[in-house]
T-cell receptor
């Protein structure tokens, strides 16, 4: 099993450009999450999904959109990138099952630099 | 706003020393609590978690944590650290409220360096 994979690993964008980050998991997990990690701030939840076709807002959802069209994939979109979105983005998945008590399995992260 | 505080930003210990990393959260309702670890060059992975029952939980690699509800704390402990415990440690809280729904809040992390 590959676990949780993220594409791309690193990207440089200009302000105003758009891009999509892809997260894929092969563990048949129900729940998936997108976080960002900034220096001195820990991980902050952007959006999450509790199943195919569902999404919900996390702590810092502004400027991002997500889609969960297939159970194994969770896409994070930036429609118009801003320098404040320079960060490391982590995806995670868990078995779910009605509560957020299950272990989250994290991907390797995507480093995004917005100039 | 909910928050998770990790008081120790960087800890340096010699091998065989005892470890205690503090974690406090600000949410008054029912919570699920986690400690995650990130070893150099590896993904974040779960150390241990608590959601009900015995407030003293044991995790992998000899780690344990104690949930003290009255103190809103979930401190991580290990009696004798090893060089291989050098890593970044994150405390996390899952909390639900009618206003914000289900959320996860992570602390800022504690960098542990163990000197052989």
């Amino acid at each position: 099993n590959a676990g949780v994979t993220q594409t791309p690993k690193f990207r440089v964008l200009k302000t105003g450009q758009s891009m999509t980050l892809l997260c894929a998991q092969d563990m048949n997990h129900e729940y998936m999450y997108w976080y960002r990690q900034d220096p001195g701030m820990g991980l902050r939840l952007i959006h999450y999904s509790v199943g195919e076709g569902t999404t919900a807002k996390g702590e810092v959802p502004d400027g991002y959109n997500v889609s969960r069209l297939k159970k194994q994939n969770f896409l994070l979109g930036l429609e118009s990138a801003a320098p404040s979105q320079t960060s490391v983005y982590f995806c995670a998945s868990s078995r779910g099952g009605g509560a957020h008590r299950e272990t989250q399995y994290f991907g390797p992260g995507t480093r995004l630099l917005v100039l | 706003a909910q928050s998770v505080s990790q008081h120790n930003h960087h800890v340096i210990l010699s091998e065989a020393a005892s470890l205690e990393l503090g974690c406090n959260y600000s949410y008054g309702g029912t919570v699920n609590l986690f400690w995650y670890v990130q070893y150099p060059g590896q993904h974040l992975q779960l150390l241990l978690k608590y959601f009900s029952g015995d407030p003293l939980v044991k995790g992998i690699k000899g780690f344990e944590a104690e949930f003290i509800k009255s103190k809103f704390s979930f401190n991580l402990r290990k009696p004798s650290v090893q060089w291989s415990d050098t890593a970044e440690y994150f405390c996390a809280v899952n909390a639900y409220s009618r206003g914000t729904g289900n959320q996860f809040y992570f602390g800022t992390g504690t960098s542990l360096t163990v000197i052989p």
